[in-house]
């Protein structure tokens, strides 16, 4: 026979064990959130890139200087690969300088390669794109950039050619 000393026991048990079950789905749910959370990074790299910039102007090629410092900021490694999730920096192409305000792309760790792209606006707020594909080496600690080629499009279109140095931080 039930008395009403083990109602309430009983009765208690299935409040405690529900406030159990609630808060740790409530802790596993927060931490596989933070886990998935897309701004977080693994490691920033700062670059630092120089080369030339060249246009076609009716019929002819005209070079000029190009320099780019901007941010990366890097996910975790998958496999072979590593994503870019984020840019930011300036882009000066002959004097004119683009703010670069994302950008994203792939590094391709078994042929030491990288796919960039960038985005951004000037001061005109005009939007521009770069487009990168980089191969890459280490020496000396550093990561070098032996040769890089892209293109720079505004309403204009522009080859780039740059070498560049950068450095690696882990977060």
Same mark, same amino acid.
């Given at each position: 026979m039930i008395t009403i000393k083990s109602?309430?026991?009983?009765l208690i048990a299935i409040v405690?064990?529900?406030l159990v079950v609630a808060v740790a789905s409530t802790v596993i749910f927060a931490a596989s959130a933070q886990a998935e959370e897309p701004l977080c990074y693994?490691?920033?790299?700062?670059?630092?890139?120089?080369?030339?910039?060249?246009?076609?102007?009716?019929?002819?090629?005209?070079?000029?200087?190009?320099?780019?410092?901007?941010?990366?900021?890097?996910?975790?490694?998958?496999?072979?690969?590593?994503?870019?999730?984020g840019a930011q920096g300036t882009a000066d192409i002959n004097g004119t300088v683009y703010e670069i305000t994302c950008g994203g792309g792939k590094i391709f760790h078994r042929k030491d390669q990288v796919f960039l792209w960038l985005t951004g606006v000037d001061g005109e707020n005009q939007t521009?794109?770069? @487009?990168?594909? !980089?191969?890459? *080496?280490?020496?000396?600690g550093r990561l070098y950039v032996a040769r890089s080629v892209g293109v720079f499009k505004t309403d204009t279109r522009?080859?780039?050619?740059? @070498?560049?140095? !950068?450095?690696? *931080?882990?977060e």
């Open positions: 109602k309430k026991k009983a405690a064990v529900t693994s490691k920033r790299v700062e670059v630092y890139a120089r080369g030339i910039a060249r246009q076609q102007i009716e019929n002819e090629t005209v070079k000029m200087p190009a320099e780019l410092n901007f941010t990366l900021y890097l996910g975790e490694r998958h496999g072979p690969f590593t994503p870019i999730l521009f794109v770069i @487009r990168l594909y !980089a191969e890459y *080496f280490w020496m000396g522009m080859w780039l050619g740059l @070498r560049a140095k !950068a450095y690696v *931080f882990p």
